[in-house]
């Protein structure tokens, strides 16, 4: 049986590869944004259908929550990575001017972590003195594996980018299978194909199988759905019970 291999590995394959820039994932902003869009206006639509609200409210609250909430989901995590970013940068300057100060402890600093990585002798030695004979080379590698940093920062624009795309192409769907359709089965309906596809899409980057990933997504998704509906209608039997 002939095993499919995710890429070639031939040398010019190879070569080709490693001299392209690191691919950055914006992954977790897509599904963070996409998941959070569609339960919060469905959150609107089953919380106004709760409390018996007129299709009206549907749409104004409902839309204002699409600009409202995904822009600030978006500036959120702009800001976020930016801090990320920001860290990253001082981490750096932290280290240069350490390799600067102090080079013989920032030397013993990276044979340590080399040594802990099972390398000795005159192989530990040579892998020292290839790191440290580039500053920036030494630098960056001090603060990928003593901080625990990712070697390539995330884009902070590209990152909001993605959380609001998600948000709104994702979240637009309980709101107009609700107006469109005009029904809460319709936009129930939409609303759990919406969790599935994004479970099922996600787990091309996992080992879980779709239809698994899909379930998962969309148990979550389902239940924080129920939970806005309940507390709609709770309000709804409330303010019934005070009016009485």
Request: proline share 3%; net charge neutral; charged share 20%.
């Amino acid at each position: 049986m002939e095993i499919k291999l995710e890429h070639s590995h031939t040398r010019e394959a190879i070569r080709a590869r490693l001299a392209r820039d690191p691919r950055i994932s914006y992954l977790r902003d897509w599904i963070y944004g996409g998941i959070d869009g569609v339960i919060t206006t469905f959150a609107v639509v089953a919380g106004v259908v709760g409390a018996e609200l007129p299709s009206r409210v549907v749409l104004v609250l409902g839309l204002a929550n699409l600009v409202a909430d995904g822009f600030a989901m978006a500036a959120g995590n702009y800001s976020g990575t930016q801090a990320e970013r920001d860290d990253y940068d001082r981490l750096l300057a932290v280290e240069r001017k350490h390799i600067a100060v102090v080079p013989d402890g920032e030397r013993e600093e990276i044979r340590q972590i080399f040594a802990a990585k099972g390398f000795s002798g005159d192989n530990l030695e040579r892998i020292v003195g290839v790191i440290t004979a580039d500053e920036s080379r030494w630098a960056k590698t001090m603060v990928v594996e003593e901080y625990g940093l990712a070697p390539t920062p995330k884009a902070p624009i590209l990152a909001a980018f993605s959380t609001f795309a998600a948000f709104i192409l994702c979240g637009l769907v309980p709101l107009v299978t609700y107006l469109g359709a005009g029904g809460l089965v319709a936009c129930v309906a939409a609303t759990g194909a919406v969790f599935f596809a994004i479970g099922a899409i996600k787990s091309r980057w996992s080992l879980t199988t779709w239809w698994r990933s899909g379930l998962g997504t969309f148990s979550i998704g389902m239940f924080a759905a129920a939970l806005a509906f309940w507390v709609g209608f709770g309000f709804r039997t409330l303010f019934n019970l005070s009016s009485g």
